[in-house]
């Protein structure tokens, strides 16, 4: 109903008087001819208003001297009208023609770039590199080429093993999928032997290249010889050297101190805040504060950015800038023994996060804690072999 | 009342009789909307009372605020205070 309704507005359609004696008539040969006519009311006892569009009314004359009935226009609405009404007025139809025509430029510029799926890469090092490429905001979206800033963005950066560059409206998301970071690898076809990165106790050793010199249960000191790279030839004579290559599982212990704290830090908010609103422009800002300067020693600061936008990706260069600085004070509490524990262990587990750890011992004193991990890891590390060096810290297996 | 060979074939083939007899249909939305397809021409309309040909009989409506919200050759939109509804 609403769109039919628009329709007709942006058509233009006359309210019409009907009289006479029998108007009945006047709607049936309407309808047959298919004339439509809506909101159709009775107005005197001789005499019905009805709504019809101009085309429907030009050809209205013959069927009302059929019926008998006179026709007269009572008002004319929509927008054909409206226009004609006011085709006098210079001033208001250049503005209605400048917001179009504002309104269609500013949607052919890129005003937004997006940058996704970055981990390693900033944000800002992508746009850097995007705007030495060719992009950056304010340029006209048609202009791009996407192929030639994809292939220098590949070359410029070496992090990145994807780009994609879509243009939706005055957005341009770029997705970005990065190399996976290489592991530290010894090159691959120098010979190398494995040694343990610290003390502990084997768990499981699989040697996939080189002489195993440890078995599991084994106490092993750091820096020992795991996996040798030295073989004994097969004839007994000579040594030949390979890339040894391998996983040690291994139970280690890590001792962590941290002290206890007597004291726990809050914010509380004491209820005094500022402002500071802002308007940007392009690149312009206006600002709706005099006083710069934010006297509060700590505080909370809480953004907000409402971005002018058409639709989703039609973003305007407008955007409001909403900024509250609360001021916060931070109180020393006294915590009792439970709460500083919890905050000592949560800081030492925090210390072992990317390590697996199988069980853990604790020991406290008055103002620290120690807590031992028993942790199962990888201790496996490459270094290159020391030449002339023979398996003599461990019998051949 | 004897059914006419048409309207017994309709019936068999279970057909919407509205289109093949060229029967009227009436919608009617509690008492305020009221749409009858197939008519044939409006006899009479006033706010109170409207009376429409149809191919076998009349309809009459009386109410009161009766409008015509849409006309067209088969189709008569009538909203307002619905009160009676006969076959004349």
């Given at each position: 109903m609403f769109l039919v309704k628009l329709f007709n507005l942006i058509q233009g359609y006359v309210t019409i008087i009907i009289e006479g004696v029998f108007p009945e008539r006047f709607l049936n040969i309407c309808a047959r001819r298919g004339i439509y006519l809506w909101d159709v009311k009775r107005t005197g006892k001789l005499s019905l208003s009805a709504n019809a569009s101009v085309r429907g009314f030009r050809l209205m004359r013959p069927i009302a001297k059929k019926a008998r009935c006179t026709v007269r226009i009572k008002k004319k609405r929509g927008i054909p009208f409206y226009i004609y009404k006011h085709r006098r007025r210079k001033a208001f139809a250049v503005g209605a023609g400048l917001f179009v025509l504002l309104l269609f430029v500013m949607t052919r510029f890129i005003w937004?770039?997006?940058?996704?799926?970055?981990?390693?890469?900033?944000?800002?090092?992508?746009?850097?590199?995007?705007?030495?490429?060719?992009?950056?905001?304010?340029?006209?979206?048609?202009?791009?080429?996407?192929?030639?800033?994809?292939?220098?963005?590949?070359?410029?950066?070496?992090?990145?093993?994807?780009?994609?560059?879509?243009?939706k409206g005055t957005t341009a998301h770029i997705e970005i999928k990065e190399r996976e970071q290489k592991p530290d690898l010894f090159p691959k076809d120098e010979p190398c032997s494995i040694y343990a990165l610290t003390d502990g106790v084997i768990q499981s050793i699989d040697a996939q290249n080189g002489q195993r010199l440890v078995a599991a249960g084994d106490v092993v000191k750091k820096g020992q010889l795991l996996i040798s790279g030295a073989l004994d030839s097969k004839t007994g004579e000579g040594v030949r050297y390979v890339h040894a290559d391998g996983e040690v599982m291994a139970r280690t212990w890590r001792e962590i101190t941290v002290p206890i704290p007597g004291y726990a830090e809050e914010k509380v908010r004491t209820g005094?805040?500022?402002?500071?609103?802002?308007?940007?422009?392009?690149?312009?800002?206006?600002?709706?504060?005099?006083?710069?300067?934010?006297?509060?020693?700590?505080?909370?600061?809480?953004?907000?950015?409402?971005k002018l936008s058409i639709g989703k990706d039609m973003v305007l260069p407008f955007s409001f800038h909403y900024d509250n600085y609360y001021e916060v004070e931070i109180i020393r509490r006294e915590t009792d023994r439970n709460e500083a524990l919890d905050i000592a262990r949560s800081e030492a587990k925090n210390r072992v996060k990317d390590i697996l750890v199988v069980s853990s011992v604790e020991e406290e004193s008055q103002d620290t804690l120690k807590i031992t991990y028993e942790c199962l890891e990888n201790i496996a590390q490459k270094k290159a072999i020391l030449k002339g060096e023979t398996n003599d810290n461990g019998e051949n297996t | 009342m004897k059914k006419s060979k048409k309207e017994r074939l309709t019936e068999l083939l279970d057909m919407p009789k509205e289109v093949i007899l060229d029967l009227p249909k009436l919608t009617l939305y509690s008492n305020n909307q009221l749409t009858i397809e197939n008519y044939s021409g409006i006899l009479e309309y006033t706010s109170e009372h409207?009376?429409?040909?149809?191919?076998?009989?009349?309809?009459?409506?009386?109410g009161s605020n009766l409008e015509l919200r849409t006309i067209t050759d088969i189709d008569v939109l009538i909203e307002g205070d619905i009160s009676k509804i006969e076959y004349i």
């Open positions: 937004v770039i997006d940058v996704t799926g970055n981990d390693i890469l900033s944000t800002e090092t992508v746009l850097e590199n995007l705007e030495r490429a060719g992009l950056k905001t304010g340029m006209l979206s048609g202009k791009i080429d996407t192929e030639y800033i994809r292939d220098k963005m590949m070359i410029s950066l070496e992090e990145l093993s994807w780009i994609g560059i879509n243009i005094r805040s500022k402002s500071k609103h802002m308007v940007k422009i392009f690149s312009f800002y206006i600002k709706f504060f005099t006083n710069d300067r934010i006297s509060y020693t700590n505080y909370d600061r809480i953004s907000y950015v409402k | 409207i009376r429409l040909k149809t191919a076998d009989k009349t309809v009459a409506v009386s």
